[in-house]
């Protein structure tokens, strides 16, 4: 008999907890959910109110199964999952599977794993909260609803394969408007003035003017009278000011700030809080409150007044901004406020560092600040140059932590010389410099989440899963392009006379910004158009809303899914049936040599360029689009020269050379080897002469640089870095090595290390049957013959499944053989 049985999500959380309870309590994980609606059917009577149908998968039953028979053992079972509304539907699930009793069943939830929180949990117990589950049920419902629905027409529409999703189209909507404004944008330009004084001392400052001029003329004339001209401080203003802390984390700044000050992805910061959630060191990581506990704030007070003196302690608590602040009703901090870092893998660390300042910080006095303005003027006419300067007085929270930001700031402003009213300064430098109004900026992951909660779109637990979603869908992908060159133009005063250049700079760069695909514009439109109340962004905060009231008790799910869909289903309908197809199509013009129409669409494989059409006696000419290139944007020469690859080069050693574009950029074919041109080199510029340049060097750097156990050792640089190549093996390089230097004993050590590596990843290995299982990533398994491969859940053990199980295994897991039909149209 088992007198406690406790089941948490994940057995991280399981092992941690295992250490604060005793004896008398087994902990057990379910492994995230345990029951879903069915992935191949709808799974929600729409006639009985909307009833969902749960079902366990596969993958699970083994897990419940394992769970079902402990806790017919147990006296009493603790439902411990998280404590958000996702958390609350899995301890109902359990309840439900399990078939638990009320009387020995209880909940309990914690923001933290401590020792204390846990002990607090099992001290307070209660029911389960149907409200937060219903909150829950309504959100996966009307989710599945818009996704099954909308999905097919997409297919039927546009192209097959493709999907929708509730708040995933809507952040599509953004990132697609955001690209359209870029587009329409054209820059402005005007000429700002900025200068360098110094005093009667010799102390040198920065001042500009806020005036800025139109055209180069006005800019050379206000120019020309600071020629000789004599300056002077005509008014200088000192004013205290304070600068106070920003408020503890919640989900969405914690993955603002560290994607600005550790360029972590939204995904990764969850899933690196997760992990510090479940070692115990910080509390419940998806939260939109800003609030601290009594206990918290106590603490933060001492760690302050110990590492920095009283003066820096100033205990305050934050009040949210945002509406229906969800469940957990602290902000993200440490667990432990003594615990400046902590010794675990570096990303996890860091971000702990990062959760652990900012608190602190949100604890602090705020920074005492001296501001100076001062404005100088002259003889020669009546603009003004004005330099600010800001001093610290008083560090406060500055010692601990400063809040990033997404936009580009101005310069940092220093401290100024001592100066006075009436006082002569001198010109060292003045220029006019040519500037252009800024296109909106792209979002990134994190700006993103700031607008979608701007708006009141999702909440803590889905902007990471929508953020994923759209990327892998193919809807978005992160920009890969680096800028390009802008000249502008410069005036300056050397040597009392005037001085013309043209300068250059980087402009555009899109680098790990958000990009719309071609196919995420065309779908985007196309469920603009056709429905647009899906899309509306107010319509999407309002559901959210719901939701918010379901969770307190003052709505009715199976109501509100009822509104939802009797407005929903019959749109869809009426799309199915009388929309147009969607391709995105535009014509481009006519081809100069064949006369016939030049467009541009989504095709089967992708973007195209064609020339001609279906109706022609001849069949049309198809090209893909280049992956830089869109169909929104792509001009009538580019898609023209499309046409032209792969351009034939010549032949080299009896070998054909040519020109080409693939999936990872332009490249030179030589025979059946294929190499990369260098970045900015254009697939349309490159010639014989530097694709011989080319073919050499790579036939350098294939030439073997040892030999190991009768194999020859080659190296090589590739996607993910530098590698040596042996036996077919490909064995990354790291940086302890000198990669350009690497001694026969360096090569053997990484030869070695590989088959190492390689061995201890085998758990079984039948050799005469090809089939073979291996460790893979976050403690699962895979069963793999050939090019066919079987992942295993974390809960199955890999050494105990037979020969004959993985086999069973590996054929369901092949894909059915199409079968072609017979056509049963009579022979003419």
Do not use: C
Not at 140 to 164: C, F, H, M, N, Q
């Amino acid at each position: 008999m088992i007198k406690n049985l406790v089941i948490v999500e994940s057995p991280a959380k399981a092992k941690t907890i295992e250490k604060f309870l005793g004896k008398d309590f087994k902990v057990e994980s379910s492994f995230g959910h345990i029951a879903d609606l069915p992935s191949k059917e709808l799974g929600v009577n729409v006639e009985e109110g909307f009833k969902p149908k749960y079902v366990v998968s596969s993958d699970k039953k083994a897990v419940v199964k394992k769970l079902k028979d402990l806790a017919k053992k147990a006296e009493t079972v603790w439902l411990a999952s998280d404590e958000d509304r996702e958390g609350e539907a899995i301890a109902w699930h359990l309840a439900e599977e399990l078939k638990l009793k009320k009387e020995n069943t209880r909940r309990i939830v914690f923001n933290s794993i401590t020792k204390n929180a846990i002990q607090k949990a099992i001290e307070n117990p209660r029911g389960i909260n149907y409200d937060l589950v219903n909150a829950q049920q309504a959100r996966r419902i009307l989710d599945r609803l818009v996704g099954y629905e909308l999905s097919p027409v997409l297919w039927k529409k546009i192209k097959t394969g493709l999907s929708a999703g509730r708040v995933q189209s809507v952040s599509v909507r953004l990132i697609v408007e955001r690209e359209r404004e870029i587009q329409d944008f054209t820059p402005e330009g005007s000429y700002k003035i900025a200068a360098e004084f110094k005093t009667g001392e010799g102390k040198v400052f920065k001042a500009r003017m806020n005036k800025s001029f139109d055209t180069l003329g006005e800019a050379k004339a206000f120019l020309e009278k600071n020629i000789g001209a004599d300056f002077r401080i005509e008014d200088l203003q000192t004013k205290p000011a304070k600068k106070s802390p920003a408020p503890p984390f919640t989900t969405s700044t914690l993955q603002q700030e560290a994607s600005r000050k550790l360029y972590f992805s939204v995904s990764k910061t969850m899933n690196m809080a997760q992990r510090l959630y479940e070692a115990g060191l910080i509390t419940y990581m998806r939260t939109d409150s800003v609030n601290l506990s009594g206990e918290a704030i106590n603490a933060a007070k001492e760690e302050i007044i110990r590492s920095y003196g009283e003066d820096y302690s100033k205990p305050r608590n934050f009040s949210g901004k945002s509406k229906g602040a969800q469940e957990a009703h602290e902000a993200i901090r440490p667990t432990d406020m003594s615990r400046h870092s902590v010794q675990i893998e570096r990303d996890q660390a860091r971000l702990y560092e990062l959760i652990w300042k900012r608190t602190l910080a949100s604890q602090m006095s705020d920074a005492q600040l001296e501001r100076t303005n001062v404005k100088i003027g002259t003889d020669s006419h009546d603009e003004l140059f004005t330099a600010n300067g800001e001093v610290i007085k008083f560090e406060g929270f500055l010692k601990v932590y400063l809040e990033g930001s997404d936009e580009e700031e101005e310069e940092q402003s220093g401290i100024l010389p001592a100066m006075k009213v009436g006082e002569e300064v001198y010109r060292v430098h003045m220029n006019a410099t040519q500037r252009f109004t800024r296109a909106p900026y792209r979002y990134t992951e994190a700006s993103l989440v700031k607008k979608l909660e701007e708006l009141g779109i999702g909440r803590p637990s889905t902007y990471a899963p929508t953020i994923s979603t759209i990327q892998n869908r193919g809807y978005v992908e992160k920009g890969t392009i680096e800028g390009e060159q802008r000249k502008y133009k410069q005036l300056s005063i050397v040597d009392d006379s005037l001085k013309e250049e043209e300068l250059t700079e980087m402009v555009g760069s899109d680098k790990g910004k958000l990009i719309p695909t071609d196919i995420g514009m065309i779908v985007n439109d196309f469920l603009v158009n056709h429905f647009s109340g899906i899309l509306d962004y107010h319509f999407t905060a309002r559901v959210e809303e719901s939701f918010d009231n379901i969770a307190s008790g003052d709505e009715d799910w199976a109501h509100m899914i009822k509104e939802f869909y009797k407005d929903f289903h019959p749109n869809v309908k009426d799309v199915e049936e009388n929309a147009d197809r969607e391709s995105g199509e535009r014509v481009l013009g006519e081809d100069p040599e064949s006369g016939k129409p030049l467009s541009v669409r989504l095709g089967r494989f992708g973007p195209m360029a064609q020339i001609g059409t279906a109706d022609d006696d001849e069949k049309p000419r198809f090209a893909s689009l280049l992956p830089h290139q869109s169909i929104e944007t792509i001009t009538f020469e580019e898609a023209l020269d499309l046409f032209k690859l792969p351009r034939k080069l010549g032949t080299y050693e009896g070998k054909e050379v040519e020109a080409n574009v693939g999936r990872y950029g332009p490249y030179i074919r030589f025979g059946k080897t294929f190499i990369s041109l260098d970045k900015g080199e254009d697939v349309f510029d490159v010639d014989m002469e530097r694709a011989e340049e080319l073919i050499k060097a790579k036939q350098k750097a294939d030439a073997p640089i040892a030999s190991y156990k009768g194999g020859d050792v080659t190296k090589g640089k590739g996607r993910f870095g530098p590698y040596i190549k042996w036996n077919d093996m490909f064995i990354n390089v790291n940086k302890k090595y000198d990669f350009d230097s690497l001694s026969q004993d360096d090569i053997e050590t990484l030869i070695e290390d590989k088959l190492k590596k390689e061995r201890e990843k085998i758990i079984q290995n039948w050799e005469d049957e090809g089939i073979r299982i291996e460790k893979a990533r976050w403690g699962r398994s895979n069963i793999i013959k050939g090019k066919t491969k079987v992942e295993l859940s974390k809960d199955v053990d890999a050494s105990k499944i037979s020969l004959d199980e993985a086999k069973e295994l590996l054929e369901k897991k092949k894909p059915a053989k199409k079968t072609r039909k017979k056509s049963t149209k009579a022979k003419k």
